[in-house]
C-alpha cells in the first residue's frame, strides 16, 4: 500500500518484465528482447533501489558499453530521474570521473571498455553492481568473465550497524514503513550486500552467439538456472557449496504503456523482415544487418550426412588459432552427378550444380561461443587432423586421399614449438597446405563470393555452397556475422568469424581454380 506522503519518481509497471528485472533474486541477470520495454531505464534503477539504505561508500557501481559515446543516452536518462529524488546526488561529468555520486558516499560509474587489457585498470576494485549495457556488442565473454572478479565487497554487516528511526530495512531488500505510533530509533544490521551483473541488449551484434549459448539456450525465459560450486569460504573457514544463479528475462515494447505508437509504427513500417523479427519481436534465431542473414535459409543450406560420392573431389581448408580458435573444415566438390538416398528442401533427388562445394566435415579448436581456443600446438593439430581424416575413411564417409587446401597465410609466418614455421611443422607430420588467397580487396571478394554461393544454392544457378549436419561452428555462426561498422564490404573482425575465414579461404580457392582452368582453356 502507497503512502501519501511518499513522492514516487519511479516505478516499474505492475506486471509487466521492468518489475521481474527490478526484484528478480539472481546473480545474473540478462534484461533482453525487443526495442521498448524500458531496459536501460530499469538498469537505472536496479543500482539505484539501494541507495541510501545504509551500505554508503560499499555500494558501488558500474555500466559498461563499448564505446565512450555510446554511455550517453543512459547518462541522459540517469540526469533526468537522479536528481528528483532529492537526496542531493551529483553527476560529474568530467571524461575522468564520468559518475553520479551522493552525500552518503554511493557511487555509479559509467565506463566504456573494449580490448582484454582494459580490465587492467580496475583490477583489485570493488563493485557490487556491474551493468553492461547492450552485453552483445562484447564479441566474446572474457571482459565479462573478467570483471566477474570485481563483483565482490569488503561489507561486513555487524562491522557497521545501523541507526534507523521510523524506516526499517527487512531482507526482502525492501524499506518498510513503521507506523507512526510505533516510531523509534533502531539498531539494527543490514544484510549482505547482493552482489549483482546486470545486463541489457537486444538479439544482435557480434556477441550474439555467446551471449544467446550463455543465457538464451540454457532456460526458457524467466527460469533461474542453479549452478553449484565447491568453494573454500574465508570467513567460515569451511569448504562450502555456493549456488551461483542467472536468468534471461524477456521484455517487450507491448508491455510499454508510455512508448509512443508513431515510434512502433515507424519501425514496423520501415525495417526489413529480418531486422523487424530482432527488433520488434526479440528474435534471437536471426540477427539483421548481419553480412549473410539475408542470404542464409538452413533448410536449403544445411543438408544431413551421406557418404561422398567416390567421383567427388575431397580437400580441407584451415584458419590457424592458439588463443583464439582454429578451424578445419572438410569439403567435397560435386560434380553434378546425384546422390542416392539425399532429397533437397523441395524433396527431389539432390544432385548440387557441378561446382558446388558441400562440407562434410569440420574441427573447431576451442569451445564455440567463447571465442576462446584451445591452445593446440601446430604438431597436434596435424596429428588431430591424420586421426578425422582416418576415421572419415573407416567410415566411409569418403574414399581415397585427402587433397590440400588452402590455408591462413600467417602459418608460414608465426613459429611455434621450435625454429619452423607451422606450416613446415604441420608438414613434418604429413599434413600439407596451398596459401590462401590475400591479395588486394580478397576480404571483400571472399564475402561476395560467399553470398553469391549461398544465393545460388537457393535458385540453382551456379555452383552454390552446403554445410553437413555436424559443421556447428560454421552452421552457427555464419548466420549471426555482422558486417564492419566502417568497412560495410567486410564482417567484423573482432566477432568468432574463424570458421567464416576457413569457408572464406575455400570459396576464394574455388575461384582461383576457375579462373586458372579458363586460362588454360583459352
Not at 546425384?338 to 566435415?361: R, T
Amino acid at each position: 500500500m502507497q503512502r501519501d506522503d511518499v513522492k514516487v519518481v519511479w516505478q516499474p509497471l505492475p506486471g509487466t518484465s521492468q518489475e521481474l528485472a527490478l526484484s528478480c533474486p539472481a546473480d545474473e541477470i540478462l534484461y533482453h528482447g525487443t526495442r521498448g520495454p524500458g531496459k536501460t531505464l530499469t538498469q537505472l534503477m536496479r543500482f539505484r533501489r539501494y541507495v541510501g539504505i545504509g551500505y554508503g561508500e560499499f555500494w558501488r557501481g558500474v555500466i559498461f558499453d563499448v564505446e565512450f559515446d555510446n554511455l550517453s543516452d543512459m547518462v541522459a536518462q540517469s540526469r533526468r530521474f537522479f536528481p528528483l529524488f532529492e537526496d542531493g546526488c551529483k553527476f560529474l561529468s568530467s571524461a575522468s570521473a564520468y559518475k553520479w555520486v551522493w552525500p552518503t558516499g554511493e557511487e555509479l560509474l559509467f565506463r566504456h571498455v573494449k580490448r582484454i587489457t582494459d580490465y587492467d585498470g580496475f583490477h583489485g576494485h570493488e563493485y557490487p553492481f556491474i551493468g553492461w549495457n547492450e552485453l552483445t556488442k562484447q564479441p566474446s565473454p572474457a571482459l565479462y568473465d573478467k570483471f566477474l572478479s570485481c563483483n565482490r565487497s569488503s561489507f561486513v554487516p555487524e562491522d557497521y550497524p545501523v541507526t534507523i528511526d521510523g524506516d526499517v530495512y527487512e531482507k526482502t531488500g525492501i524499506v518498510v514503513y513503521v507506523e507512526p505510533k510505533h516510531k523509534k530509533a533502531v539498531k539494527t544490521l543490514l544484510p549482505e550486500i547482493p552482489l549483482q551483473v546486470f545486463s541489457t541488449t537486444n538479439p544482435n551484434g557480434p556477441g550474439h552467439n555467446w551471449v544467446k549459448a550463455r543465457f538464451i539456450d540454457v532456460a526458457a525465459p524467466g527460469q533461474i538456472v542453479r549452478r553449484d560450486v565447491d568453494v573454500f569460504n574465508p570467513r567460515t573457514q569451511q569448504d562450502e557449496v555456493i549456488t551461483l544463479t542467472q536468468v534471461a528475462i524477456f521484455g517487450s515494447y507491448r508491455e510499454n504503456i508510455f512508448l509512443p505508437p508513431k515510434y512502433i509504427a515507424n519501425l514496423d513500417s520501415k525495417l526489413d523482415p529480418n531486422l523487424r523479427r530482432a527488433w520488434l519481436m526479440g528474435d534471437w534465431d536471426v540477427v539483421s544487418g548481419g553480412a549473410l542473414d539475408d542470404v542464409w535459409d538452413s533448410d536449403e543450406h544445411v543438408l544431413p550426412r551421406f557418404r561422398v560420392p567416390a567421383s567427388w573431389r575431397i580437400d580441407r581448408s584451415f584458419d590457424w588459432g592458439s588463443t583464439h580458435p582454429f578451424s578445419v573444415g572438410w569439403w567435397a566438390v560435386a560434380t553434378g552427378e546425384e546422390v542416392p538416398g539425399v532429397v533437397d528442401a523441395d524433396g527431389n533427388p539432390f544432385a548440387p550444380v557441378a561446382g558446388s562445394l558441400i562440407q562434410l566435415f569440420e574441427w573447431y579448436g576451442g569451445e564455440l561461443g567463447t571465442n576462446q581456443g584451445s591452445k593446440l600446438g601446430s604438431k597436434a593439430v596435424a596429428v588431430g587432423i591424420k586421426e578425422r581424416e582416418a576415421a572419415l575413411r573407416a567410415g566411409r564417409w569418403i574414399n581415397g586421399p585427402v587433397a590440400a587446401g588452402p590455408a591462413d597465410n600467417q602459418i608460414w609466418a608465426t613459429t611455434d614449438e621450435s625454429m619452423q614455421d607451422i606450416a613446415a611443422s604441420m608438414q613434418s607430420e604429413g599434413v600439407t597446405w596451398e596459401r590462401s588467397d590475400k591479395s588486394q580487396g580478397s576480404r571483400k571478394n571472399g564475402l561476395q563470393l560467399l553470398r553469391d554461393r549461398l544465393t545460388a544454392t537457393i535458385t540453382r544457378e551456379g555452383p552454390g555452397i552446403y554445410f553437413m549436419r555436424g559443421c556447428t561452428a560454421s552452421i552457427q555462426t555464419l548466420p549471426t556475422l555482422q558486417r564492419d561498422p566502417i568497412k560495410t564490404d567486410d564482417v567484423d573482425t573482432t566477432q568468432e568469424d574463424h570458421a567464416y575465414d576457413m569457408v572464406r579461404y575455400r570459396v576464394l580457392h574455388a575461384a582461383k581454380d576457375w579462373t586458372e582452368e579458363l586460362q588454360v582453356q583459352f
